[in-house]
């Protein structure tokens, strides 16, 4: 069954460090996302990206922030310069339709601890 | 503006019981509503969906129905099974144009048998 990867898994950095997540989406999928959880709260939105450009961005995806689709199959997300309330569950997904429509599929999630 | 409200956890119960699991939403015109499940070591995966008053979403034994008068959406199961325990997410699409969905804190099920 297709599925979305993340890497890495978990990843440990000092504030200020630039950071790279990456994800694989499912193939035929046209809409990415990323959200976060920071650890005991909610799932948050952070960007969705569409043809190459992004669609929508919430309030957090501030300029530190910046996504990529480099190659055609990887979804990058980078953090500039990281800072200790970075730290939280990053997760990757992928959809054929917009959200309303089409199914999220979600990866396992890259999780950032920034000392 | 729009947000999911769910109840605090961990829900702990033994295998075949009931569970409930409460999810209320704050939003302006019609969203649709889903309920997530993340397995230890997985992703977020769909359990079911709603996405008009009265609809009742259903898969594997879950079940859950738009509620727009109470605005809720809350996740029962009859009899749950130690293979149930993860975390559950509620969340909601707004019916404004945009593609982000908004998810609630989530909630931890532990089924013991």
């Known amino acids: 069954e297709p599925e979305v990867t993340q890497t890495p898994s978990h990843q440990v950095t000092q504030m200020g460090q630039e950071v790279i997540l990456r994800c694989v989406p499912i193939?035929?999928?046209?809409?990415f996302y990323w959200y976060r959880q920071i650890l005991g709260q909610k799932v948050e939105f952070l960007v969705s990206f569409y043809n190459n450009e992004i669609s929508e961005k919430s309030e957090i995806f501030d300029d530190q922030f910046s996504v990529e689709r480099p190659d055609g199959s990887n979804f990058t997300l980078k953090i500039r310069s990281t800072k200790l309330e970075d730290s939280a569950m990053y997760f990757c997904?992928?959809?054929?339709?917009?959200?309303?429509?089409?199914?999220?599929?979600f990866g396992e999630g890259s999780r950032l601890t920034v000392l | 503006g729009n947000s999911v409200t769910q109840m605090e956890g961990p829900v702990t119960l033994s295998e075949e019981a009931f569970l409930t699991i409460n999810c209320t939403y704050t939003?302006?015109?019609?969203?649709?509503l889903f309920w997530y499940v993340q397995y230890p070591g997985e992703g977020l995966q769909l359990l079911l969906k709603?996405?008009?008053?009265?609809d009742k979403g259903s898969n594997k034994g879950f079940e859950a129905t738009y509620r727009k008068e109470t605005t809720s959406f809350h996740l029962e199961k009859g009899s749950v099974q130690v293979s149930d325990s993860a975390v559950y997410f509620c969340a909601l699409r707004p019916s404004q144009a945009g593609t982000a969905l908004i998810f609630g804190k989530g909630t931890t099920l532990s089924v013991s048998s």
């Open positions: 997904a992928s959809s054929v339709g917009t959200a309303n429509t089409g199914e999220l599929f």
């Open positions: 709603a996405t008009k008053a009265d």
């Open positions: 939003a302006t015109g019609y969203p649709s």
């Open positions: 193939s035929n999928h046209l809409y």
